[in-house]
């Protein structure tokens, strides 16, 4: 039972380090893995060794440091079915980012985390640090949350025991609290989160149902508090809304 545990904490810690690499940082030594982490750096070594050998970590051998390797490429070929998928989508999401006037996104949940699939810039100068392909934690996001509402409940229990990261200022750490909303968020049928994964920052979503009715992604306005206030958060609702329902009926749901 310990050994089990113990490849279950490696496994753990080996996905740890592959998430740590992003555009914005695509090399990492192994002093730096360990102190982002909180893990011993023989730890790190050992595990960035395994990850290379299987081809997910590549060292430059100029500066020493990893960068991912090109057996992500072969599972990036899961994402660019979820892309192809939602390909007929495009034009809805750049219509609601002209008329919201702010960035757009559409989102799937990956285990405990929401990662973005499409990105639609509004002309704004001020832009917010996202991209294709970043994720974030699911319960810091309103796409997030309005995917979870309608989740499996082993799924909300699952992520539940792993804790709520606190991102922004209003991030729910607390588990009772988080039933709560993602319970008031399933009856409304949208999220609207303000200031929970960065200050000064309001998400809006809208759940995306497949051909069964499965809630499978959410569509989001994002932008500053600035702009996203209180007093037009009902009108980009309704049109976030819209968007979703546009989107699944492309998918086959007609509810």
């Known amino acids: 039972m310990e050994k089990a545990a113990d490849t279950l904490s490696s496994v753990k810690n080996g996905m740890r380090i592959l998430r740590l690499f992003s555009v914005e940082t695509?090399?990492?030594g192994v002093t730096e893995m360990a102190q982002r982490l909180?893990?011993?750096?023989?730890?790190v070594h050992r595990l960035a060794t395994l990850l290379e050998k299987e081809g997910f970590l590549e060292q430059n051998k100029k500066t020493r440091k990893y960068r991912l390797g090109l057996s992500i490429l072969h599972l990036s070929g899961v994402i660019d079915l979820h892309?192809?998928?939602f390909k007929d989508a495009v034009p809805i999401l750049e219509s609601l980012m002209k008329k919201a006037n702010e960035a757009v996104h559409l989102s799937v949940l990956e285990d405990?985390?929401?990662?973005?699939l499409?990105?639609?810039?509004?002309p704004h100068p001020v832009r917010l640090l996202s991209h294709i392909g970043r994720s974030n934690p699911c319960t810091c996001t309103s796409s997030g949350k309005v995917i979870l509402a309608f989740s499996p409940k082993s799924i909300v229990e699952s992520i539940l025991r792993r804790g709520l990261p606190k991102y922004g200022p209003n991030s729910v750490t607390d588990r009772n609290?988080?039933?709560?909303?993602?319970?008031?968020i399933r009856q409304q049928g949208y999220a609207v989160c303000i200031d929970e994964l960065h200050e000064g920052a309001t998400s809006i979503a809208a759940p995306i149902r497949d051909y069964s009715g499965d809630v499978v992604a959410a569509v989001s306005i994002v932008g500053?508090?600035?702009?996203?206030?209180?007093?037009n958060i009902p009108w980009l609702v309704n049109l976030a809304c819209q968007a979703a329902r546009d989107i699944s009926s492309l998918?086959?749901?007609y509810g």
């Open 118 to 122: 499409y990105k639609i810039e509004c």
């Open 38 to 43: 909180g893990l011993h750096k023989t730890t």
């Open 224 to 231: 500053p508090n600035q702009r996203i206030t209180r007093a």
């Open 112 to 116: 405990d985390r929401i990662v973005y």
């Open 83 to 85: 892309t192809e998928i």
């Open 251 to 253: 998918l086959g749901y």
């Open 26 to 28: 695509p090399e990492l």
């Open 177 to 184: 609290e988080l039933i709560s909303q993602l319970a008031a």
